[in-house]
C-alpha cells in the first residue's frame, strides 16, 4: 500500500502519546489522547509595545499530547521545536520578540518565538500537522462583537469556553488585567457577552446623528463626484473596478449623544443615489485612530434614499430576503444633522464585510466580492472588486464560473454545483424577482456581493443597494424585462433558457410565495416603518412618501396573482439577448453657441428668447439646422439648479436640442466648465415628426468645453458662451 500525505497526516493524529508528569520535552509512556483537546486560549494581537505579541494554547484532555513539528501556517510563521509535549492542563505560549516578551512578562518562560506579526486589524490563525493539513484554525478580528479592548488598549482576548466554537467572536472576551495572564488561568471567568451592535440595529430605533465638520471639508466632500465619462467612456471601460472618487475628511460624530472623535467621514455613491445637497455617507470610526468604535461598529453606512421616496424599501427588502434563508444586512433608519444643518432622514445598512459573514457563515475568512455592472462573462468579470483576502488577487472562483459558462444545457446545474451554492442562488433569484429588483445580478448584474465560503467553498449570493424594490423598469441594456421574471444575467439567463433548471426557478417562486410574502405581515411592517419615519419627514417628503407606499402596498397586494398567472401554467419565454459591454461610443461631435437671456428657459419659444449657432456631425453626417434659438435660466427639480438649451430646426420638420445643466453658482463670466455628468451634464435630444413629438436621448456631451463669456443670473440678464464636444452614444 501506497503511503500519501494525507494518510501519514490522519496518522499523526491518532498517535498521540500518554501521561507524563513533568517537562514538556520529557517522552511519554500510556494511553493516546486526541488532538481535538488541543486549543488556542489567549491572543495578544495588539499590545501597546508591538513585540509583546504572544498566543496561548492549552491541552483541555486528560492525556498528554506531543506538538514537536507542528506550526503556525497562517498568520505568523512559527514550528514548535520536535519534541514538545503539551500536559493534561498546561499552558504554553509561543510570542513575537524575545527581548520585548521576556521585558512585559519576565516570569513567564515561551516555548519560542516565531516571525512575523498578528495582524492588528484581525486575520485567520491556523495550526497545522507537520504534513500541512490544519488542525486547528480561527479568524479573530478587531471590530464588535470580538471584544474591542484588545485592540491597542492593552488587554489581551481570552476564550471562554474551550469546547466552544473559537470563531464565534461572542466566545471570548477582553482579559480582566491590562497584558493578560499568559501561561496562567485567567483570574476571572469572562461573563456573558452580548452583541453590542444589535442595539443600533434595533428596528425600532430611529438614530439621531450630529456630525461635526471642518466647513470647508464638508464642502469639498459634497461636492466630490464620480465623472460618469470616466467609468465608461473607453471601449475597455469594464477592464478593472469602478474605483471610488471618494475620500475620508476628519469629523466628530454622536449618535444618541454617544460621542467619537476624530473619525473619518466620506461621501458614497455610484450614479444614482449621488447628491451635493443630501449625500449619503459612510463614517469609518477607525480611519484615523486603530481600535475606535461605536457601540461595536467600525463604519455606518448612511443612504439617503434619493431612489424611493417611502424610504422603506431596503429595511423591508432585507428583511424579506432575511425571512427566505438568505443573508442580508440588518437596516434600520436616521437622521442625520451636519455642522448643525438638518439633512432629513436617512436609511442606515449594516455594512458588508468580515463582522457580517461571521454572522451569517461558519467562516468570515473566505472571499467577498462586490458586483458593479459584474457577470461571469470575459467583458464584465473583471468589475468585481475584491473587498478581502486582497493579498490572493488571483480570482480563479470567478473564472471558474465564466469557464462553466461555455458548458452544454444538460451539463450546466451539475457544473455550478461544484462552484455556487446554487439551491441558494435559486432562492436569491426568485427573491430579486419577488422583490420586483430589476437593479440587481439577475435583472441589471448590479448591487450585489459573492462570498467565497471557506467551510463549503460555494460562492454565496448577498442582496446590496436594493432601493429600487416594488417596480420594474428597463434596465441599462434597453431591454423590456417580464415582470415575472429577470434573466439579463448570464447566470440566471442560462438557467431559465433550459426548461429543467427553468421549472426550478419557478417552483422557487411559487415556494416562497407560499412561505415568505405573507400580505398581511408586509402590511404590517409598512405600518411600523411608517409610523417611525413620517415624523422626520418634511411635508414635500411626506407627499411623495404616502405615494410612494401606497404603490408599494399595490404591489404587494397584486404580486402573487401576476406571478402566478404569469408563470402559471408555463412561464414565458426570455427572449432578450446577452447585451454588449456598457461602454459608450463615439458617434460624433458638436460646436455651438448662444446668446441670450437669463428667465427664459421655461418659454414656449426658444427662437423668439434668444439666438445662436449649432453644428453637428454624427455617424461621420453633417447636421446643420437653419434655425437656432436659445434659453437660459433656473430650473426646478434639477439638484443643479440652472440650465441652458440650445435648439436647430431642421429640413425635415424635425429638431434636435442640447440642453446643457450646471450649477448657478459655477456660471461666472470668462468661466470654463467640462461635461463631467456631475457637476456639468450636457444632453442631445432629437425630436419631432419622427419620434411622435417624443424627445429621444441621442447622446451625452464630453470631451470638450462649455464657455461662458457673458453671465447675469438676474431676470434679463446677458447670457453669452460657446462649446464644443464630442457626443457618446450611450447604452441608457
Same mark, same amino acid.
Given at each position: 500500500?501506497?503511503?500519501?500525505?494525507?494518510?501519514?497526516?490522519?496518522?499523526?493524529?491518532?498517535?498521540?502519546?500518554?501521561?507524563?508528569?513533568?517537562?514538556?520535552?520529557?517522552?511519554?509512556?500510556?494511553?493516546?489522547?486526541?488532538?481535538?483537546?488541543?486549543?488556542?486560549?489567549?491572543?495578544?494581537?495588539?499590545?501597546?509595545?508591538?513585540?509583546?505579541?504572544?498566543?496561548?494554547?492549552?491541552?483541555?484532555?486528560?492525556?498528554?499530547?506531543?506538538?514537536?513539528?507542528?506550526?503556525?501556517?497562517?498568520?505568523?510563521?512559527?514550528?514548535?521545536?520536535?519534541?514538545?509535549?503539551?500536559?493534561?492542563?498546561?499552558?504554553?505560549?509561543?510570542?513575537?520578540?524575545?527581548?520585548?516578551?521576556?521585558?512585559?512578562?519576565?516570569?513567564?518562560?515561551?516555548?519560542?518565538?516565531?516571525?512575523?506579526?498578528?495582524?492588528?486589524?484581525?486575520?485567520?490563525?491556523?495550526?497545522?500537522?507537520?504534513?500541512?493539513?490544519?488542525?486547528?484554525?480561527?479568524?479573530?478580528?478587531?471590530?464588535?462583537?470580538?471584544?474591542?479592548?484588545?485592540?491597542?488598549?492593552?488587554?489581551?482576548?481570552?476564550?471562554?469556553?474551550?469546547?466552544?466554537?473559537?470563531?464565534?467572536?461572542?466566545?471570548?472576551?477582553?482579559?480582566?488585567?491590562?497584558?493578560?495572564?499568559?501561561?496562567?488561568?485567567?483570574?476571572?471567568?469572562?461573563?456573558?457577552?452580548?452583541?453590542?451592535?444589535?442595539?443600533?440595529?434595533?428596528?425600532?430605533?430611529?438614530?439621531?446623528?450630529?456630525?461635526?465638520?471642518?466647513?470647508?471639508?464638508?464642502?469639498?466632500?459634497?461636492?466630490?463626484?464620480?465623472?460618469?465619462?470616466?467609468?465608461?467612456?473607453?471601449?475597455?471601460?469594464?477592464?478593472?473596478?469602478?474605483?471610488?472618487?471618494?475620500?475620508?475628511?476628519?469629523?466628530?460624530?454622536?449618535?444618541?449623544?454617544?460621542?467619537?472623535?476624530?473619525?473619518?467621514?466620506?461621501?458614497?455613491?455610484?450614479?444614482?443615489?449621488?447628491?451635493?445637497?443630501?449625500?449619503?455617507?459612510?463614517?469609518?470610526?477607525?480611519?484615523?485612530?486603530?481600535?475606535?468604535?461605536?457601540?461595536?461598529?467600525?463604519?455606518?453606512?448612511?443612504?439617503?434614499?434619493?431612489?424611493?421616496?417611502?424610504?422603506?424599501?431596503?429595511?423591508?427588502?432585507?428583511?424579506?430576503?432575511?425571512?427566505?434563508?438568505?443573508?442580508?444586512?440588518?437596516?434600520?433608519?436616521?437622521?442625520?444633522?451636519?455642522?448643525?444643518?438638518?439633512?432629513?432622514?436617512?436609511?442606515?445598512?449594516?455594512?458588508?464585510?468580515?463582522?457580517?459573514?461571521?454572522?451569517?457563515?461558519?467562516?468570515?475568512?473566505?472571499?467577498?466580492?462586490?458586483?458593479?455592472?459584474?457577470?461571469?462573462?470575459?467583458?464584465?468579470?473583471?468589475?468585481?472588486?475584491?473587498?478581502?483576502?486582497?493579498?490572493?488577487?488571483?480570482?480563479?472562483?470567478?473564472?471558474?464560473?465564466?469557464?462553466?459558462?461555455?458548458?452544454?444545457?444538460?451539463?450546466?446545474?451539475?457544473?455550478?454545483?461544484?462552484?455556487?451554492?446554487?439551491?441558494?442562488?435559486?432562492?436569491?433569484?426568485?427573491?430579486?424577482?419577488?422583490?420586483?429588483?430589476?437593479?440587481?445580478?439577475?435583472?441589471?448584474?448590479?448591487?450585489?456581493?459573492?462570498?467565497?465560503?471557506?467551510?463549503?467553498?460555494?460562492?454565496?449570493?448577498?442582496?446590496?443597494?436594493?432601493?429600487?424594490?416594488?417596480?420594474?423598469?428597463?434596465?441599462?441594456?434597453?431591454?423590456?424585462?417580464?415582470?415575472?421574471?429577470?434573466?439579463?444575467?448570464?447566470?440566471?439567463?442560462?438557467?431559465?433558457?433550459?426548461?429543467?433548471?427553468?421549472?426550478?426557478?419557478?417552483?422557487?417562486?411559487?415556494?416562497?410565495?407560499?412561505?415568505?410574502?405573507?400580505?398581511?405581515?408586509?402590511?404590517?411592517?409598512?405600518?411600523?416603518?411608517?409610523?417611525?419615519?413620517?415624523?422626520?419627514?418634511?411635508?414635500?417628503?411626506?407627499?411623495?412618501?404616502?405615494?410612494?407606499?401606497?404603490?408599494?402596498?399595490?404591489?404587494?397586494?397584486?404580486?402573487?396573482?401576476?406571478?402566478?398567472?404569469?408563470?402559471?401554467?408555463?412561464?414565458?419565454?426570455?427572449?432578450?439577448?446577452?447585451?454588449?459591454?456598457?461602454?459608450?461610443?463615439?458617434?460624433?461631435?458638436?460646436?455651438?453657441?448662444?446668446?441670450?437671456?437669463?428667465?427664459?428657459?421655461?418659454?414656449?419659444?426658444?427662437?423668439?428668447?434668444?439666438?445662436?449657432?449649432?453644428?453637428?456631425?454624427?455617424?461621420?453626417?453633417?447636421?446643420?439646422?437653419?434655425?437656432?434659438?436659445?434659453?437660459?435660466?433656473?430650473?426646478?427639480?434639477?439638484?443643479?439648479?440652472?440650465?441652458?438649451?440650445?435648439? =436647430?430646426? /431642421?429640413?425635415? #420638420? +424635425?429638431?434636435?436640442?442640447?440642453?446643457?445643466? &450646471?450649477? *448657478?453658482?459655477?456660471?461666472?463670466? !470668462? @468661466?470654463?466648465?467640462?461635461?463631467?455628468?456631475?457637476?456639468?451634464?450636457?444632453?442631445?435630444?432629437?425630436?419631432?415628426?419622427?419620434?411622435?413629438?417624443?424627445?429621444?436621448?441621442? =447622446?451625452? /456631451?464630453?470631451? #470638450? +468645453?462649455?464657455?461662458?463669456?457673458?453671465?447675469? &443670473?438676474? *431676470?434679463?440678464?446677458?447670457?453669452? !458662451? @460657446?462649446?464644443?464636444?464630442?457626443?457618446?452614444?450611450?447604452?441608457?
Amino acid at each position: 500500500m501506497k503511503l500519501t500525505l494525507q494518510m501519514i497526516g490522519l496518522l499523526l493524529g491518532a498517535m498521540l502519546l500518554a501521561p507524563v508528569a513533568n517537562a514538556q520535552t520529557r517522552r511519554p509512556t500510556g494511553r493516546l489522547s486526541p488532538l481535538s483537546a488541543l486549543a488556542i486560549t489567549e491572543i495578544m494581537y495588539h499590545p501597546e509595545d508591538p513585540g509583546a505579541e504572544f498566543i496561548e494554547l492549552i491541552n483541555s484532555g486528560v492525556s498528554q499530547i506531543k506538538i514537536g513539528g507542528f506550526r503556525f501556517s497562517d498568520g505568523i510563521s512559527f514550528v514548535f521545536p520536535a519534541g514538545v509535549w503539551v500536559q493534561p492542563g498546561e499552558r504554553v505560549v509561543v510570542a513575537g520578540s524575545q527581548e520585548d516578551f521576556s521585558a512585559a512578562y519576565p516570569d513567564v518562560t515561551a516555548v519560542g518565538f516565531y516571525s512575523g506579526k498578528l495582524s492588528n486589524g484581525g486575520e485567520r490563525l491556523a495550526l497545522s500537522y507537520p504534513t500541512g493539513q490544519v488542525l486547528l484554525s480561527l479568524r479573530y478580528d478587531d471590530d464588535a462583537p470580538w471584544p474591542t479592548e484588545a485592540d491597542g488598549l492593552g488587554n489581551s482576548m481570552v476564550i471562554s469556553d474551550v469546547s466552544g466554537d473559537p470563531d464565534d467572536p461572542l466566545n471570548w472576551c477582553a482579559s480582566a488585567a491590562i497584558g493578560g495572564s499568559p501561561g496562567e488561568v485567567e483570574p476571572q471567568a469572562c461573563p456573558p457577552r452580548l452583541d453590542l451592535t444589535d442595539a443600533i440595529f434595533d428596528p425600532d430605533r430611529l438614530l439621531r446623528i450630529e456630525i461635526e465638520l471642518d466647513p470647508a471639508d464638508w464642502e469639498a466632500l459634497r461636492h466630490q463626484e464620480r465623472n460618469l465619462f470616466e467609468l465608461f467612456a473607453d471601449e475597455d471601460c469594464l477592464a478593472e473596478p469602478f474605483g471610488s472618487p471618494f475620500t475620508y475628511f476628519p469629523g466628530t460624530v454622536r449618535v444618541d449623544g454617544e460621542q467619537v472623535e476624530n473619525v473619518g467621514v466620506r461621501k458614497k455613491g455610484f450614479l444614482g443615489s449621488l447628491s451635493r445637497d443630501k449625500p449619503s455617507l459612510k463614517i469609518k470610526f477607525n480611519e484615523y485612530a486603530a481600535g475606535r468604535r461605536l457601540s461595536g461598529l467600525r463604519r455606518m453606512t448612511l443612504n439617503n434614499a434619493r431612489q424611493d421616496p417611502s424610504f422603506l424599501n431596503q429595511c423591508l427588502g432585507y428583511e424579506l430576503f432575511r425571512k427566505s434563508g438568505i443573508p442580508a444586512p440588518r437596516c434600520n433608519f436616521a437622521t442625520i444633522k451636519v455642522n448643525g444643518a438638518d439633512l432629513g432622514l436617512y436609511v442606515h445598512v449594516e455594512s458588508v464585510r468580515e463582522r457580517f459573514l461571521a454572522r451569517h457563515f461558519e467562516r468570515n475568512d473566505g472571499t467577498l466580492y462586490e458586483g458593479t455592472i459584474s457577470d461571469f462573462r470575459p467583458d464584465f468579470v473583471d468589475t468585481f472588486e475584491q473587498k478581502t483576502n486582497r493579498e490572493n488577487d488571483d480570482r480563479l472562483d470567478l473564472d471558474a464560473v465564466v469557464g462553466v459558462m461555455d458548458v452544454a444545457d444538460e451539463e450546466l446545474k451539475a457544473a455550478l454545483e461544484e462552484l455556487i451554492d446554487l439551491d441558494a442562488f435559486f432562492t436569491f433569484w426568485a427573491m430579486e424577482v419577488l422583490l420586483g429588483h430589476w437593479d440587481g445580478y439577475a435583472g441589471n448584474t448590479n448591487n450585489f456581493f459573492v462570498y467565497n465560503d471557506p467551510s463549503s467553498e460555494l460562492l454565496h449570493f448577498i442582496p446590496w443597494g436594493i432601493d429600487a424594490l416594488f417596480n420594474l423598469g428597463e434596465d441599462l441594456g434597453g431591454g423590456t424585462q417580464q415582470p415575472a421574471v429577470l434573466a439579463t444575467s448570464v447566470l440566471a439567463r442560462r438557467l431559465y433558457l433550459y426548461q429543467p433548471t427553468r421549472d426550478l426557478y419557478v417552483d422557487r417562486v411559487v415556494e416562497l410565495l407560499d412561505t415568505v410574502w405573507d400580505e398581511a405581515a408586509i402590511h404590517a411592517e409598512i405600518d411600523r416603518m411608517s409610523s417611525l419615519v413620517t415624523p422626520s419627514l418634511t411635508a414635500e417628503e411626506f407627499v411623495a412618501f404616502n405615494q410612494s407606499v401606497l404603490l408599494i402596498r399595490n404591489f404587494v397586494d397584486d404580486r402573487r396573482d401576476h406571478l402566478l398567472s404569469v408563470l402559471l401554467p408555463e412561464p414565458p419565454l426570455w427572449e432578450e439577448p446577452l447585451r454588449d459591454p456598457l461602454c459608450f461610443v463615439t458617434i460624433g461631435e458638436t460646436w455651438a453657441d448662444f446668446d441670450t437671456t437669463w428667465g427664459t428657459y421655461d418659454l414656449i419659444d426658444p427662437f423668439q428668447a434668444g439666438n445662436g449657432s449649432l453644428n453637428l456631425v454624427l455617424h461621420d453626417e453633417t447636421i446643420e439646422p437653419f434655425l437656432v434659438g436659445s434659453t437660459a435660466g433656473f430650473t426646478d427639480g434639477s439638484e443643479r439648479g440652472a440650465a441652458v438649451l440650445i435648439l =436647430g430646426a /431642421l429640413p425635415n #420638420g +424635425n429638431f434636435v436640442v442640447i440642453l446643457i445643466e &450646471t450649477d *448657478p453658482d459655477l456660471m461666472v463670466g !470668462g @468661466s470654463d466648465l467640462v461635461f463631467d455628468f456631475a457637476a456639468t451634464v450636457g444632453l442631445l435630444v432629437y425630436f419631432g415628426p419622427d419620434t411622435g413629438y417624443e424627445p429621444q436621448l441621442v =447622446g451625452l /456631451l464630453a470631451d #470638450g +468645453n462649455l464657455h461662458f463669456e457673458e453671465v447675469s &443670473t438676474v *431676470p434679463g440678464g446677458a447670457i453669452r !458662451g @460657446s462649446l464644443n464636444a464630442t457626443i457618446y452614444e450611450t447604452f441608457f
